[in-house]
């Protein structure tokens, strides 16, 4: 069966929200983040997200293209949970509306590879409360944020899960990798 492994780059305070706003510090890279991003989507054949993380990632993915990571993921079949989006314009993209748990049940057991997730939210809950989450990459960025509301948080109610530490990786941006797959 298909893992559904979610990849959520988090603050030290706690945000997940719009990333591609917080404050940046000029860090070294040493290209091992952008070698395990790659990794992770090269692995999966199908993206799960939820609409807040679908508008951010739409306009942003759709512009790009003509390098391996860009066209794989805009190329993917995509599955966004929303109840408003309607008539999605990024390509291959599906939304799921209703019966939303046995849905992505449905698409684990699908023959394939896995499915990745963006983004931790209502959908993350949900596939919690279901038992569908396999694991969960958190790319714990080296900053505070400094703002962020009970909705842009990684920390809202939700059901207890247990996880156990399976890999980590330090960056020499200071940021630091963790993977945790669900314990069994």
Same mark, same amino acid.
């Given at each position: 069966?298909?893992?559904?492994?979610?990849?959520?780059? &988090?603050?030290?305070?706690?945000?997940? +929200?719009?990333?591609?706003?917080?404050?940046? &510090? +000029?860090?070294?890279?040493?290209?091992?983040?952008?070698? &395990?991003?790659?990794? !992770?989507?090269?692995?999966?054949?199908?993206? !799960? $997200?939820?609409?807040? #993380?679908? +508008?951010?990632?739409?306009?942003?993915?759709?512009?790009?293209?003509?390098?391996?990571?860009?066209?794989?993921?805009?190329? $993917?079949?995509?599955?966004?949970?929303? #109840?408003?989006?309607?008539?999605? /314009?990024?390509?291959?993209? #599906?939304?799921?509306?209703?019966?939303?748990?046995?849905?992505?049940?449905? !698409?684990?057991? /699908?023959?394939?590879?896995?499915?990745?997730?963006?983004? @931790?939210?209502?959908?993350?809950?949900?596939?919690?409360?279901?038992?569908?989450?396999? +694991?969960?990459?958190?790319? &714990?960025?080296?900053?505070?944020?400094?703002?962020?509301?009970?909705?842009?948080? !990684?920390?809202?109610?939700?059901?207890?899960?247990? @996880?156990?530490?399976?890999?980590?990786?330090?960056?020499?941006?200071?940021?630091?990798?963790?993977?945790?797959?669900?314990?069994?």
């Amino acid at each position: 069966m298909r893992k559904i492994i979610n990849s959520t780059y &988090i603050s030290l305070d706690g945000v997940v +929200e719009v990333p591609h706003t917080w404050p940046s &510090i +000029e860090r070294p890279s040493d290209g091992r983040g952008d070698e &395990i991003q790659t990794n !992770l989507l090269n692995a999966c054949d199908a993206v !799960l $997200m939820g609409r807040r #993380t679908y +508008e951010s990632f739409a306009p942003a993915w759709q512009s790009r293209f003509g390098d391996p990571l860009s066209d794989r993921m805009n190329a $993917m079949p995509k599955y966004v949970v929303s #109840t408003t989006l309607t008539d999605p /314009e990024w390509a291959n993209t #599906t939304v799921i509306s209703s019966d939303v748990a046995e849905r992505i049940q449905q !698409l684990k057991e /699908e023959p394939g590879q896995d499915i990745v997730q963006y983004g @931790f939210g209502a959908v993350s809950m949900l596939l919690m409360q279901h038992g569908l989450l396999d +694991e969960l990459r958190l790319w &714990i960025h080296p900053l505070f944020v400094g703002k962020g509301t009970t909705e842009d948080v !990684l920390f809202p109610k939700g059901p207890p899960t247990q @996880f156990e530490l399976v890999d980590s990786a330090i960056l020499k941006s200071s940021m630091v990798i963790l993977t945790y797959r669900l314990a069994s």
